[in-house]
DNA sequence: ACGCTGACTATTA
DNA sequence: CTAATAGCCAGCG
């Protein structure tokens, strides 16, 4: 992270709160908010669900928008490919997504989510894909 | 309008 | 085993 200056609240397309532009955000959001407590998935397992398995970044970035939007999405339970807490560092405090997931019966060592295929909870199966 | 950056993933060396 | 590279797509200077 080189640095971060940008004072400007990011996106302003989504909206939030005043819910309309189907964007591929809402699609993740709600992807996101399905994940039952105590289950984790990653970012391109959310992107495959959309059909956009490709653009596992995009699910990442629009996560970005999870704490903004309302009701948030527990981006917390989304990791990376490797049950890595990539994202920790944007919840505001970097040891808030682990306490989070600890909290929720998830094992969590150096960042990592111990048995992590064993919590994998993958959308394109569960929602019936 | 062009180029850089990014909460990723898979492949190749 | 780890490191580097390419593909991905949208926001921002």
Redesign the pocket.
Known sequence: ??KKL?K??????ITPGGKRDE??FEAVFEVARQIPKGRVT????V?AALG?K????????A??N??IVKPKVP??R?????G?L??????GDPDQ?QALLEKEGIDVKNDQVQDFQKKFWDPAVELGL
């Not at 989304?78 to 490797?82: E, I, S």
């Not at 990539?86 to 919840?91: A, D, E, I, P, V």
């Open positions: 992270m080189k940008s400007t609240e990011p996106l302003k397309t964007s591929f990653s970012y391109g397992a992107a956009a490709s653009s596992a970044r995009m699910v990442g970035w996560m970005n999870a704490h981006a917390h989304v990791v990376n490919r490797q890595l990539t994202g920790k560092m944007h919840f997504m």
